[in-house]
């Protein structure tokens, strides 16, 4: 209801204030005071847009081949962007506390959505894994939950045992029961890429926690054990490790094992220094499988060339730095614990990424952050760093000397 001033001239006029109310609004939104939160803010806002582009470039063909409809995907994706940005946005107001209270919570939901994509009908299979739940028109994928879950969760745990944390029973309890469950939930559904990242969060979490570097060493060992494992009684995975080694120099390999990593490094290579143009690609007409997601990286080096290429790594080697100087300008173990757990999980899943599409590590099936299409990722991501965000609004109040 508008609120009028008392008639002047026999006409009642709309209240000024009202509007300015909005407008104080918005600004308590983004109200902060560290350099560090806009150029986080900033950048991240710029990736998401950015990707959105190149979404729709990546998707126009398969999107009218499977949809009838060239902005099927991106639209879906603009969604997601537009439900992303908000909780990224409430993430960043909320008080460590909050994310202190529910971060047992989290753990819980996310392992129980990941057991949902083993039940029929509601889970499914995309490519040979079976790491997704079917919601109607939409599809979700549980485990991006546990990532964020694991963020905070973990912050929450090892932040509260403090100098303890050199016991080595101290690290098990909890961490490596909770941690075998969400990896093995994972890897049931042959998810050799996001048990890798999650793994990588963990171990990211220890070591910024000062976990005796011996006690890390020995559970990297033990996780190489059963990776190896793992790879081996999987076919198409030691399929990929085989071809990866070979750098696919077997021409038996180039119709199944290298299809992806060859029309990936053609694309990148026909890109040159400045691309072929926005939307030329020709490696996204069914040419590279996932062009849109896993892929995304060999599109931008083919339509924006180097320049392109370049650009991302400059834009996420930014975010490493504000995660950097974030973990540096607080003094909460929970909040230097969050931001790690946080940049280990963004910045080392944009590394695997790109060096998969360089050839430097084999196929392993993980989006680029923030550019890559994918709802549940997308909206994990950004939460994640609306998490970060709330530890970079206000600069810590100065300890006097004594």
């Known amino acids: 209801m508008t609120t009028t001033r008392p008639p002047r001239n026999g006409r009642s006029e709309p209240d000024p204030q009202r509007p300015r109310s909005v407008v104080v609004a918005v ?26 582009i190149m979404v729709l470039s990546s998707s126009s063909i398969e999107s009218r081949a499977q949809d009838g409809d060239f902005f099927a995907k991106a639209s879906r994706q603009g969604i997601y962007a537009l439900v992303g940005v908000p909780a990224m946005l409430l993430a960043a ?29 509601l889970g499914y299979d995309r490519g040979q894994n079976r790491n997704w739940i079917n919601l109607g028109s939409f599809t979700a994928q549980p485990s991006e939950l546990i990532k ?10 090892l932040s509260r045992k403090g100098a303890a944390l050199y016991e080595w029973r101290e690290v098990a309890i909890p961490v490596l029961p909770i941690t075998i469950i969400a990896v093995g939930l994972v890897l049931a559904g042959n998810d050799l890429g996001t048990a ?37 009684f999987s076919d198409s995975r030691s399929g990929r490790i085989a071809a990866w080694l070979d750098q696919c120099q077997d021409p038996k390999l180039y119709s199944d094992d290298c299809w992806q990593s060859i029309h990936g490094w053609e694309a990148l ?20 499988p996932e062009a849109s997601n896993d892929f995304i990286f060999a599109i931008i080096g083919e339509e924006l060339g180097l320049a392109g ?57 993980v989006p680029l952050p923030l550019v890559s299409a994918g709802g549940s990722a997308l909206i994990t991501t950004l939460t994640a760093i609306g998490i970060v965000l709330s530890f970079a609004r206000r600069r810590p109040i100065p300890v006097p000397a004594r």
């Open 309 to 365: 290429a370049l650009l991302v790594l400059v834009l996420f080697a930014v975010l490493a730095v504000c995660f950097v100087r974030i973990i540096r300008m607080n003094r909460d173990p929970f909040a230097k614990l969050a931001v790690s757990a946080a940049m280990v999980w963004i910045i080392g899943q944009a590394f695997v990424n790109i060096a998969v599409v360089l050839g430097l590590l084999p196929v392993l099936g």
């Open 27 to 52: 600004r308590r939104l983004f109200d902060a005071e560290t350099p560090e939160y806009f150029l986080l803010l900033g950048t991240t806002l710029f990736l998401l847009g950015f990707g959105l």
């Open 196 to 232: 890798t990242i999650i793994l990588a969060i963990v171990f990211g979490a220890l070591f910024y926690a000062g976990v005796r570097l011996r006690l890390i060493a020995a559970g990297l060992a033990g996780v190489a054990v059963v990776g190896l494992l793992f790879i081996q």
């Open 93 to 121: 107001r909320a008080p460590a506390a909050f994310w202190k209270r529910w971060a047992g919570t989290a753990v819980v939901i996310g392992v129980a959505l990941q057991l949902l994509v083993f039940l029929p009908g």
């Open 269 to 288: 290579a026909h890109g040159g220094v400045l691309g072929v143009g926005l939307g030329n690609s020709s490696g996204k007409w069914s040419w590279i």
């Open 148 to 157: 964020l879950a694991l963020v905070i969760w973990l912050a929450w745990v």
